[in-house]
């Protein structure tokens, strides 16, 4: 196909299309002569991700570009090619030790090995946990933490729903697009469900008697 069937079928102008290409995160159609190019389903495939990570993962060229190297890398194994789309879309927050930090470090290492994860103490992920436990005992919550296990079971049910959702997908770009949109909608969903779920106990143990 022309480039401009390929940008009416996937809503991405010719002028992006060409920047991604310029850009490195699309390959270059196939010359058939010297001013045209033909394209093809994986050129339609590719820039799909590059939408997802862009307007749904919210990433930047240079993370769309890190990701795009892993999924094109076949030594990255699909575990390695799935965090490097996930890490990059956990919030990054910037403080300094102290305040709690350090010591909300340790308990988010100690919750890891309690665990038995197979996750890093320092992972994007386990730093955004370390200074939201950090913040709740600077506003005086820290007993909230009581729930914190409750919140892991929780997590692990849903991050096994993920994953199997994950592996109905078949090629590494749909493995990742499926890994973004997963994580940002379903966050999503999963927040709504959980107020709704705060909405009916409370109810139920705060409610008038009916």
Known sequence: MRIGELSRRTGVSVPTIKFYVREGLLPAGELTSPNQASYGETHVQRLRLIRALLDVGGLSVAGIREVIVAVDDPERSVHEVLGAAAD????????????????ARERVAALIAARGWRVHPESPAS????????????????????????????????????????????????????????????????????????????????????
Do not use: C, K
């Open 88 to 103: 990059r879309m956990v919030p990054r927050y910037e403080r300094e030790p102290g305040g709690g930090v350090e010591e």
């Open 127 to 210: 730093e955004a946990l370390t200074v939201a436990l950090a913040v709740l005992e600077e506003v005086g919550h820290d007993t909230f933490t009581e729930v914190l296990d409750a919140y892991a079971d929780a997590a692990e049910r849903v991050a096994v729903a993920d994953l199997d959702y994950v592996a109905h997908q078949v090629a590494r770009e749909e493995l990742v697009e499926s890994v973004v949109v997963g994580t940002v909608i379903g966050d999503a969903i999963f927040s709504a469900l959980r107020r709704m779920a705060q909405i009916d106990a409370s109810d139920r143990m705060y409610g008038s008697v009916n």
